[in-house]
T-cell receptor, first 111, second 114 residues
Framework: GENVEQHPSTLSVQEGDSAVIKCTYS??????FPWYKQELGKGPQLIID?????GEKKDQRIAVTLNKTAKHFSLHITETQPEDSAVYFC??????????FGAGTTVTVRA | GAGVSQTPSNKVTEKGKYVELRCDPI?????LYWYRQSLGQGPEFLIY????????DSGLPNDRFFAVRPEGSVSTLKIQRTERGDSAVYLC????????????FGQGTRLTVV
């Protein structure tokens, strides 16, 4: 099955700086890669996703890149704000429905 | 409804008891998923429904776990003879179809077995 590894496990950044989270996956058939943000006591919220036919996608301050050859993808948050503090999860799927999640990255934005 | 709704939000039960966790997906979503999230970990797949049928239950840990979706909307996850190791947050998600579309999660049910 799919194995997703995520790094770092914790990330502390100064407000206004950028944050980068990296994930690798094992199944070369994976073709859908969503990123979720989870705040304390809440369920994961989809913030951006990318499909295997696209190398990069951007939505305001958030961008995701995908390198299919190396089997890794990354989340980039620019101009971080205190409300960006949360746990972020990457995921991948080769099956059409079964998401495999990374272990999560706790992001803390220091004011 | 506006989003995926799960009830109860918290459930404390004694070891050996039976529990039911409910999920009300987004209206019109045919695909429904259950995941389990242990502390400090990412969600792990349990079971997937397309309509009323369980298309994939390969993630259920053992036969104490069972889920139904009789009318293709609300789903119930049932756990028999609960064990302390079952303590986790149980998440439900739904999507409009199974074809790599956005999965929207509920807030989860935090189950504590004492």
């Amino acid at each position: 099955g799919e194995n997703v590894e995520q790094h770092p496990s914790t990330l502390s950044v100064q407000e206004g700086d950028s944050a980068v989270i990296k994930c690798t996956y094992s199944d070369s058939a994976s073709n859908y890669f969503p990123w979720y943000k989870q705040e304390l006591g809440k369920g994961p919220q989809l913030i951006i996703d990318i499909r295997s036919n696209v190398g990069e996608k951007k939505d305001q301050r958030i961008a995701v890149t995908l390198n299919k050859t190396a089997k890794h993808f990354s989340l980039h948050i620019t101009e971080t704000q205190p409300e960006d503090s949360a746990v972020y999860f990457c995921a991948a799927t080769s099956g059409r429905y079964k998401l495999s999640f990374g272990a999560g990255t706790t992001v803390t934005v220091r004011a | 409804g506006a989003g995926v709704s799960q009830t109860p939000s918290n459930k404390v039960t004694e070891k050996g008891k039976y529990v039911e966790l409910r999920c009300d997906p987004i209206s019109g979503h045919t695909a429904l998923y259950w995941y389990r999230q242990s502390l400090g970990q990412g969600p792990e797949f349990l079971i997937y429904f397309q309509g009323t049928g369980a298309a994939d239950d390969s993630g259920l840990p053992n036969d104490r776990f069972f889920a139904v979706r009789p009318e293709g909307s609300v789903s119930t996850l049932k756990i028999q003879r609960t064990e302390r190791g079952d303590s986790a947050v149980y998440l439900c998600a739904s999507s409009s179809t199974e074809q790599n579309t956005e999965a929207f999660f509920g807030q989860g049910t935090r189950l504590t077995v004492v």
